[in-house]
């Protein structure tokens, strides 16, 4: 590749990075879907052109966020982390693992590495880690208050979220460490699907990772799920927060087994794009049918939903 056309493709990767990241800050409802795109760039150069060229467009896209944003921030690590998932990923496209193990050793080094941040820059700051999360919280709890004003949300309401502020904040910092790893294995699996039609349009080569809709959770994890629920009914508030934590992450891993089920059959009754595209959005906005899906993920070992074959049935 001549400087020329290594160029015009870092600007490029830049460039669509910046443009992301400026409507993930500015938009927030939008914003938040849009956020998903952002390890995007970086993996599809990653693949194409290789590891200089994907970590050149890493830094100079860092460097614009920091800048856009005007200070070194919790909000910029979380963004850091976006990148650095294109990144990982690219490297281990290339070494063609099983799906599982891609997904868990990107949101592995993905989580080691904000914690190691979380730490840096509380040592940086000189506050310690828990004011920071705490404050975080708070900031943001008071940012999505504003955002239902601005859609219109009954004064009654807003009043009644507002009063529960502190239960809320008390609930979700207890609950962070699970909603970490939750939202990163979301990225994560999100930037798989996402990358795939892009590979192929483009001519990079995608791994195998099989059929996907076809995809089970290990059979052991059902036995994890279900202890973590004992523990929300077991006397001691460390307890429950631990069988909390424990259920939520198991629920997000029960959510991909239920989405590749509700692909199955969409696939099999050869659904129309759009009519997909809409259903996936009403899972995505419907708290019923978002616990629905995670139901049938659940329950798909004993029902098996798919009828799929089991090892040892011929």
Same mark, same amino acid.
């Given at each position: 590749?001549?400087?020329?056309?290594?160029?015009?493709?870092?600007?490029?990767?830049?460039?669509?990075?910046?443009?992301?990241?400026?409507?993930?800050?500015?938009?927030?409802?939008?914003?938040?879907?849009?956020?998903?795109?952002?390890?995007?760039?970086v993996l599809f150069f990653r693949s194409k052109y290789g590891r200089k060229t994907a970590g050149v467009i890493a830094m100079l896209s860092l460097a614009g966020m920091a800048m856009i944003i005007g200070a070194v921030?919790?909000?910029?690590?979380?963004? &850091?982390?976006?990148?650095?998932?294109?990144? $990982? *990923?690219?490297? /281990?496209?290339? #070494?063609? !693992?099983? %799906?599982?193990?891609?997904?868990?050793?990107?949101?592995?080094?993905?989580?080691?590495?904000?914690?190691?941040?979380?730490?840096?820059?509380?040592?940086?700051?000189?506050?310690?880690?828990?004011?920071?999360?705490?404050?975080?919280?708070?900031?943001?709890?008071?940012?999505?208050?504003?955002?239902?004003?601005?859609?219109?949300?009954?004064?009654?309401?807003?009043?009644?979220?507002?009063?529960?502020?502190?239960?809320?904040?008390?609930?979700?910092?207890?609950?962070?460490?699970?909603?970490?790893?939750?939202?990163?294995?979301?990225?994560?699996?999100?930037?798989?699907?996402?990358?795939?039609?892009?590979?192929?349009?483009?001519?990079?080569?995608?791994?195998?990772?099989?059929?996907?809709?076809?995809?089970?959770?290990?059979?052991?994890? &059902?036995?994890?799920?279900?202890?973590?629920? $004992? *523990?929300?009914? /077991?006397?001691? #508030?460390? !307890?429950? %927060?631990?069988?909390?934590?424990?259920?939520?992450?198991?629920?997000?891993?029960?959510?991909?087994?239920?989405?590749?089920?509700?692909?199955?059959?969409?696939?099999?009754?050869?659904?129309?794009?759009?009519?997909?595209?809409?259903?996936?959005?009403?899972?995505?906005?419907?708290?019923?049918?978002?616990?629905?899906?995670?139901?049938?993920?659940?329950?798909?070992?004993?029902?098996?939903?798919?009828?799929?074959?089991?090892?040892?049935?011929?």
């Amino acid at each position: 590749m001549n400087a020329s056309i290594e160029s015009k493709d870092i600007a490029t990767g830049v460039v669509t990075t910046s443009l992301i990241f400026l409507v993930v800050l500015y938009l927030p409802i939008l914003g938040f879907f849009c956020s998903l795109l952002l390890p995007l760039p970086v993996l599809f150069f990653r693949s194409k052109y290789g590891r200089k060229t994907a970590g050149v467009i890493a830094m100079l896209s860092l460097a614009g966020m920091a800048m856009i944003i005007g200070a070194v921030s919790v909000d910029l690590l979380f963004f &850091v982390e976006f990148l650095l998932i294109g990144f $990982i *990923l690219g490297e /281990l496209f290339e #070494k063609n !693992l099983g %799906v599982e193990i891609t997904m868990l050793y990107t949101a592995g080094a993905v989580i080691l590495a904000g914690l190691v941040g979380l730490f840096v820059y509380s040592g940086w700051s000189s506050r310690g880690v828990m004011d920071l999360i705490s404050e975080y919280v708070a900031t943001n709890l008071e940012m999505t208050l504003a955002v239902y004003e601005g859609m219109g949300v009954s004064e009654e309401s807003i009043h009644r979220i507002a009063n529960s502020l502190d239960q809320i904040q008390y609930v979700l910092i207890r609950t962070l460490p699970a909603l970490y790893v939750a939202s990163t294995m979301f990225v994560v699996w999100t930037s798989l699907l996402l990358s795939k039609p892009i590979f192929w349009t483009r001519s990079v080569p995608y791994p195998d990772f099989g059929v996907l809709n076809q995809w089970k959770a290990p059979e052991y994890l &059902v036995w994890v799920a279900i202890a973590c629920g $004992i *523990l929300l009914f /077991l006397p001691g #508030k460390t !307890l429950k %927060v631990l069988g909390l934590n424990g259920v939520i992450v198991m629920m997000m891993v029960y959510f991909f087994q239920g989405i590749a089920i509700v692909s199955f059959y969409f696939e099999k009754k050869q659904f129309p794009v759009m009519l997909r595209v809409f259903l996936y959005s009403l899972i995505a906005l419907q708290q019923f049918l978002l616990i629905l899906v995670i139901g049938c993920g659940f329950f798909d070992m004993w029902i098996n939903f798919r009828k799929l074959e089991t090892p040892g049935n011929n």
